[in-house]
C-alpha cells in the first residue's frame, strides 16, 4: 500500500510596486518694472548658519523582531531624526517611533503607547546596501528589561504620496483531522482617497483564497483515497509523515 506523499506548493510570487509621483508646473513669472520691490531672498539665507532644511525621506521597511514577531515600518527621515510608527502584522495596532540616527549610521528608536510612554527602543545600524536599499539590524528591548531581541528589518522599494501605503495581510489555518497548515501572506494597498487600489486588493485577495482552495480540495481529494480502517492499520508516526501538508507561501 503506498502513502500520499507531503504537498510541495510554491506559489509564483507577485511583485506589486506602485510609483505615485505629483507634479506641479510652475507658473512663468510675471515681468516687474525697475521700480517693483526686490524679489525676497531665499529661505536658506534666512536660517541659522545659512544651511537649507534637511531633505525629508520617507523609507517603507518589513522584518521582524526575532523570528516569529513580523512587522512593518514606516520612517520619515529628515537629516539625523526619525519619525514615523511601526505594527506587527498579527495585531494591526500601529506604535508611534521616535529617534536619531547619525552620519555614522548608528539608529536609535523609542517606541511609544497611545499615553507617550516609552515602551521599548531599537538601537542598531542603519546600512545602506549595494543597490541603494536601507537595512534596519540591531536589537530591540523595553525600557525596564535589559534582556534584548534581535531585529531585521530591510527597505520595500515603494514611493508613494499622502497616507497611502503598502500593508500585508495573513491567512492562518490550520486542520488537525487532515493534518494541515496554512500560512500565507499577501499585500494590499490602503490609505488612498479614492479607490484606485480596490481592483488591484480584490485581485490580490482572490488569487490567495483561490490557491487556499485549491490545496484544501486536493488535500481532502487525498484523504478521501486512503481507506478509513487503513488509518488504523497503519502506525501512527507514519501516517502523520504521510499526510502532513502545509501551504506556505508569500505572495509579494
Known amino acids: 500500500m503506498s502513502h500520499s506523499p507531503k504537498l510541495p506548493i510554491l506559489l509564483c510570487t507577485l511583485i506589486a510596486f506602485v510609483l505615485i509621483a505629483s507634479c506641479k508646473k510652475t507658473p512663468a513669472p510675471s515681468a516687474t518694472s525697475a521700480t517693483s520691490a526686490p524679489t525676497a531672498e531665499p529661505l536658506a539665507h534666512h536660517l541659522d548658519g545659512g544651511e537649507a532644511p534637511p531633505v525629508t525621506q520617507t523609507k517603507y521597511f518589513k522584518g521582524s523582531i526575532g523570528s516569529a514577531l513580523g512587522l512593518q515600518m514606516k520612517l520619515v527621515r529628515a537629516g539625523e531624526a526619525l519619525t514615523g510608527s ?8 500601529r506604535i508611534d517611533l521616535k529617534g536619531t540616527v547619525d552620519k555614522d549610521g548608528n539608529l536609535s528608536l523609542e517606541e511609544f503607547d497611545p499615553s507617550g510612554k516609552p515602551t521599548g527602543i531599537f538601537k542598531g545600524l542603519w546600512k545602506i546596501s549595494d543597490d ?7 536589537n530591540w528591548s523595553k ?5 534584548q531581541t534581535a531585529f531585521s528589518l530591510h527597505e ?3 514611493a508613494f504620496s499622502g497616507a497611502t501605503e503598502i500593508v500585508a495581510k495573513q491567512i492562518r489555518e490550520s486542520n488537525k483531522t487532515l493534518n494541515y497548515k496554512i500560512e500565507v501572506e499577501y499585500p494590499q ?10 481592483r488591484l486588493n480584490q485581485e490580490a485577495r482572490n488569487l490567495v483564497t483561490g490557491k487556499i482552495a485549491e490545496f484544501k480540495k486536493d488535500i481532502a481529494k487525498r484523504a478521501a483515497e486512503v481507506p478509513a480502517t487503513a488509518k488504523f492499520q497503519i502506525p501512527a508516526a507514519i501516517w502523520a509523515s504521510a499526510t502532513n501538508s502545509r501551504l506556505r ?3 509579494w
Open 249 to 251: 507561501a508569500t505572495i
Open 132 to 138: 541603494g536599499a536601507v537595512n534596519l539590524i540591531g
Open 86 to 93: 511601526y505594527f506587527y502584522q498579527k495585531v494591526g495596532t
Open 156 to 158: 520595500e522599494p515603494i
Open 189 to 198: 494597498i490602503s490609505g488612498a482617497a479614492d479607490g484606485r487600489f480596490d
Open 143 to 147: 525600557p525596564d528589561n535589559p534582556r
